[in-house]
């Protein structure tokens, strides 16, 4: 099965865009080419599309998701690294859901100082944000 990038796209629902950067950051070998010199796609490379785009979904950094993909093409290796990989990106999620939260309380304390509809010179909104006493 040989394919070109606009199906591979397509079949991964993912955008042509997003192929060629994963192409550029050497995460997805580099694909045949056609007479025409169209890049042709393998189902090798389908799956290690969606591989990629399963690590992303799942937040992970490029570098991690290189990781992933070594030990991924390392059968036989023992994968205590890909559990401690993956302990860390648990960690920082909850990390990101703590600052997350912090980010929320500061927002509503913010929405708090505007409770109607006055003229902009008048809306606390706007001037918490210019003297910085939103925090």
């Not at 394919?3 to 629902?13: S, W």
């Not at 992303?56 to 030990?71: G, I, Q, S, T």
Request: with cysteine; glycine share 2%.
């Amino acid at each position: 099965m040989l394919i070109k990038i606009g199906e591979l796209a397509e079949r991964t629902e993912t955008t042509v865009e997003t192929i060629r950067y994963y192409e550029k950051e050497r995460l997805l070998p580099e694909p045949a080419r056609s007479s025409g010199n169209y890049r042709l796609y393998n189902e090798e490379h389908m799956e290690r599309l969606q591989f990629i785009l399963h690590c992303r979904m799942l937040d992970m950094a490029l570098d991690k998701v290189r990781l992933l993909l070594d030990f991924w093409e390392s059968p036989s290796e023992d994968c205590g690294d890909v559990n401690t990989l993956l302990d860390e990106q648990i960690h920082a999620v909850e990390i990101r859901m703590k600052e997350l939260t912090h980010l929320k309380q500061h927002l509503t304390v913010l929405r708090h100082k505007c409770t109607s509809s006055v003229p902009t010179t008048s809306c606390g909104i706007l001037n918490a944000l210019a003297d910085n006493s939103c925090h």
